[in-house]
T-cell receptor, first 108, second 122 residues
Framework: SYELTQPPSVSVSPGQTARITCSGD??????AYWYQQKSGQAPVLVIY???KRPSGIPERFSGSSSGTMATLTISGAQVEDEADYYC???????????FGGGTKLTVL | EVQLVESGGGLVQPGGSLRLSCTAS????????MSWVRQAPGKGLEWVAN????????YYVDSVKGRFTISRDNAKNSLYLQMNSLRAEDTAVYYC???????????????WGQGTLITVSS
């Protein structure tokens, strides 16, 4: 079955840039989406279609995709950005959805 | 305001059955693909199943095929997940999610419910 691979954890100091990667064989042809999930809460969409930012999401969140890797970048990470981040995409058929394993972002 | 409210969670024995419901409001329910996503305790998110606007297409993650059935009632603005032959590994919070676009293919999850916990244990 199709898999998306993320690093388990990323740690930065406040104000630094955090980059979270997501690799998958179908990413050259399928969009990547990014979700933020804080403890005990439902996930929130922070990036869609590789690089688009939903309304209400701070400008410090950006996304990019090249080849088999998508990247979520948080420029000037803040303490409130501490959360689990998941990439999401679909397999080559488009019928199966798949999440990456998640990355715990620590900002301290 | 888009609202998705799940119900039907609880404790069930291995091999048992449960039916989850999701009641939607604040948007035209029949215009969107709908999905179920789950999260086992302390684990990551897992897409479970989705269903097309008119119910004509349904897709499932391999681990639930043949055991779970997704359905919808557009007249009642409701999404369902019938879960049979439940296993301990099905223990999770189950989220109802609405697609981000009114397209004829599934895209992404723009809106989520708060989830309902299913515990499979004897």
């Amino acid at each position: 079955s199709y898999e998306l691979t993320q690093p388990p954890s990323v740690s930065v100091s406040p104000g630094q840039t955090a980059r979270i990667t997501c690799s998958g064989d179908a990413l050259p042809k399928k969009y990547a989406y990014w979700y933020q999930q804080k403890s005990g809460q439902a996930p929130v969409l922070v990036i869609y279609e590789d690089s688009k930012r939903p309304s209400g999401i701070p400008e410090r969140f950006s996304g990019s995709s090249s080849g088999t890797m998508a990247t979520l970048t948080i420029s000037g990470a803040q303490v409130e950005d501490e959360a689990d981040y998941y990439c999401y995409s679909r397999d080559s058929s488009g019928n199966q959805g798949v999440f990456g394993g998640g990355t715990k972002l620590t900002v301290l | 305001e888009v609202q998705l409210v799940e119900s039907g969670g609880g404790l069930v024995q291995p091999g048992g059955s449960l039916r989850l419901s999701c009641t939607a409001s604040g948007f035209t329910f029949s215009s969107y693909w709908m999905s179920w996503v789950r999260q086992a305790p302390g684990k990551g998110l897992e897409w479970v199943a989705n269903i097309k606007q008119d119910g004509s297409e349904k897709y499932y993650v391999d681990s639930v095929k043949g055991r779970f059935t997704i359905s919808r009632d557009n007249a009642k603005n409701s999404l369902y997940l019938q879960m049979n032959s439940l296993r301990a590994e099905d223990t999770a919070v189950y989220y109802c999610a609405r697609d981000g676009q009114q397209w004829l293919v599934p895209t992404y999850f723009q809106h989520w419910g708060q989830g309902t916990l299913i515990t499979v244990s004897s």
